[in-house]
DNA sequence: GCGTAAACGAGACGGTACGTCTAGTCTTGGG
DNA sequence: CCCAAGACTAGACGTACCGTCTCGTTTACGC
């Protein structure tokens, strides 16, 4: 029989620490970015111990996606599904254009940053990412395109899932390396282009 | 006036050591990933002082973006155009399909990969990046749909810049985020929807 | 009121390690010379981390006057005053004869040696190197010429401290500074002429 | 024929820079202490390149002692022998309370500290140092009382090396280890016993 | 209520790497 | 060929965090 790992009690664990823990990284990496958010810090200004966060988490990047997952999940409270008013790009024009706003704001930046940087280099992160947040952001539009193909919208044959990427993946490149500024007439021209590639 | 930072003689430079810290960064990074990359394995590697790498580089990512740019020109070696056969679409799926297999080869990937992590949390870095490695490559591509307006196979109002972004930030988001599997088949698909978009 | 100094818990000071570290310390200084006395050298040698050794002392100079003091006063274990026999010279040269041996013998030379030089140049340290070792043993001295003066065997006006410094000044004069080499012959001369200095 | 080493040629050496780094070397220990004497800093505040102070100087403190010597020999200038009024005491304490004042100025103390805690550590350099700088100074006392034993002012039995130790040594002590202050009186009282042990 | 076992705050531990400093050597260009 | 200047390899410095490991101290459940 292997050894079997020394698993903590979860219905033990303390909601007060791992609140503290998760406010601590977001407050820490919207001040000081992400180079300088270390165990030792955020267990400091957590009141808490290093081991705690040890106990429950595997890596510093992993706390900070349970942090961001948190705001992710506020930020879009109830919002479960694109706006479908009929008029697909002026729907997708909306959602990317407040997508930008968003992504303008430090305090939602800075820790979407941090977390796309280690997601880059390790794997392990990026597949939990994806999960948690990415994925479930792209299905979002994998819904509307597919809403908007049955409408006779878009065109039958096309893949929506290459189709969402079309749409998100300038942005994102933009947002991450900072190619060039990113405003709402970007996210317009964007979704122009896109529709007219994909439209029925 | 403020003080003057020392600055050293670069006259004077040993191009030895200069090539031998490239090298062992690239290597190393190949070898280990860019966690484990740091100034000390860099200079031992290279049977070099640590203060030789300090003394002319700034961070390791600036000597990994050094290394990194060597590296890019050699496999650009003469490249300084898209390929222009007359056919658009032909010519994009080429040169997309060699991006993707380039992407998948790991003394590739990993300091692309590397200096992409830390280029999204550090602006200094991604400014450098952009100018020297990320500018050129897109530049390429504003120059071939250029061409391509002029001879009439894309629309007039197209923003080349906007059009190089839907070709190049699909395949950038699978490449950094992972979100899916990168092949010729999904290349293919992005610049078939994109076209079509952009097509006269 | 000033920012206080981080005060480690001397409750919780690992025991096996302040052992190791002075242990290797003295092997170190005997082996190599203070020169060559590295704290890194020390932590590796006493399997340590570099924190361990500056968390507990300020300086080199400072692990090895405990090392020293450690062993010196094994060395002087259970000796708290020196040898009465009623006859001063004999006594005198007998003690003086022992630590002329002492010190020609390499172990104890070479730590004693490099505590010395430091304290020549560093106050503090010359300060703590009295207060703990080189203050006791004069002591030593200075009761034996009471004891001698009380009994009549010299002169009432003599300070017993100059009387001290006479016999030891000139040993630790051709010690430290090896003017001319130093045996039990010329112990025994020092002790003569400055017996024949301070008699009654 | 064995390699041999390579000589620089005396003869072309610049006088203007063997003063500067003499002189340097002077200042920085006066001001800094023996820790903070780099041959560096000496380099950098003589207007000299280091590879001049390593081509004629096999140790800092090597440098330190020529220094050192050159100004001993301005203090001493003319002063080849003791005074000698034919009252030995009186002029044993002359010179003792000389001594004293001199030790006591830091532009003499510091320099001649960091040579001697040298010396202390390196018998290649304490024997340098007493050939040039002690022995002679010692020599004085041996031709003072060597010329008082003939004149029947101390007994014939005494070694005068060992007397001068006697008067030297726990001056010097006092002085090295900072046991305690060192003044005149002190000096005299030191005088007072010593002469008693050796007078005729 | 009362043990008792696990989570907790705290922080010492063995380590690794940092970025700086100096040693002593080597190279370049000027006189 | 000495010299000023300073780049080079080498390696110690003292600091910052890492992840592990005790320490007592809560805390909450089963008896």
């Known amino acids: 029989?292997?050894?079997?790992?020394?698993?903590?009690?979860?219905?033990?664990r303390s909601e007060r620490s791992r609140r503290a823990i998760l406010d601590a990284a977001l407050d820490q990496v919207g001040e000081t970015g992400y180079e300088k958010l270390t165990i030792e810090g955020i267990a400091a200004r957590a009141g808490v111990g290093k081991q705690?966060?040890?106990?429950?988490?595997p890596s510093k990047a992993a706390v900070l996606l349970d942090a961001f997952t948190?705001?992710?999940?506020?930020a879009a409270q109830g919002q479960h599904e694109l706006p479908d008013t009929g008029d697909l790009e002026a729907d997708l024009k909306e959602?990317?254009?407040?997508?930008?706003?968003?992504?303008?704001?430090?305090?939602?930046?800075?820790?979407?940053?941090?977390?796309?940087a280690a997601a880059v280099t390790d794997p392990a992160l990026a597949e939990e990412f994806n999960r948690r947040v990415l994925g479930p952001q792209l299905d979002l539009y994998v819904e509307r395109f597919t809403a908007a193909r049955a409408a006779g919208h878009i065109a039958d044959d096309v893949d929506v899932r290459v189709a969402t990427d079309l749409l998100v993946g300038?942005?994102?490149?933009?947002?991450?390396?900072?190619?060039?500024?990113?405003?709402h007439a970007y996210a317009d021209r964007v979704v122009e282009l896109a529709l007219r590639g994909i439209a029925a």
């Open 52 to 57: 705690t966060i040890y106990r429950w988490w």
């Open 70 to 74: 948190a705001v992710s999940e506020d």
């Open 170 to 183: 300038p942005l994102a490149h933009r947002w991450l390396l900072r190619t060039l500024p990113m405003d």
């Open 95 to 116: 959602v990317l254009r407040a997508t930008v706003d968003e992504l303008n704001r430090d305090v939602y930046d800075r820790p979407a940053r941090a977390l796309a």
């Open 1 to 12: 029989m292997p050894a079997t790992a020394r698993k903590p009690d979860a219905s033990r």
